[in-house]
């Protein structure tokens, strides 16, 4: 079962080895057997909404979401989603405030697996329900042709 589908409230979505280069390795336990069984047993989930580029770029037509691009700042400089704000995901623990509010925010990495770490940040940080993680991310938004810009823009 994907993390995104269904998780243990409070996890995060990152291998033991993703959590360490982020800093994150005080892990305190694990789950015995799988997610599958968790969720049979009839105890509390969560999930992360996923999305889609192509969903993505209606969204942002719309105004219907923020854009948080969690990339090192190299990537973010060379390219990025215009009106996207910039915040490595190492940085989603101390800055997660500043997006709280009406609209969903939506995390997004090059592929969709430092984008999800964020999300699940997001989720345990600020307790919001309305968080979204990026399919696909950066490498599918360029793939799709969609415009992208350059430096602090």
Sequence with gaps: MPFAAAHIPGAYGLSLQGLHSVGMDNVVG?????MTA???SGLKTARLESISIMELKERLDQDELIL???RLQSEWDEMHIANS???PVHDVRTRYAEW?????AAFICNTGSRSLLAGSLMLKYSG???????IGGTNAWVNLGFPTVRGGS
Excluded: F, Q, S
């Design 100 to 104: 709280m509010g009406d609209k969903p």
């Design 30 to 34: 694990y789950l015995e057997g799988n």
């Design 38 to 40: 968790w969720a049979a």
């Design 68 to 70: 948080i691009d969690t």
């Design 128 to 134: 919001m329900k309305n968080v979204i993680n990026v």
């Design 85 to 87: 704000i910039h915040a």
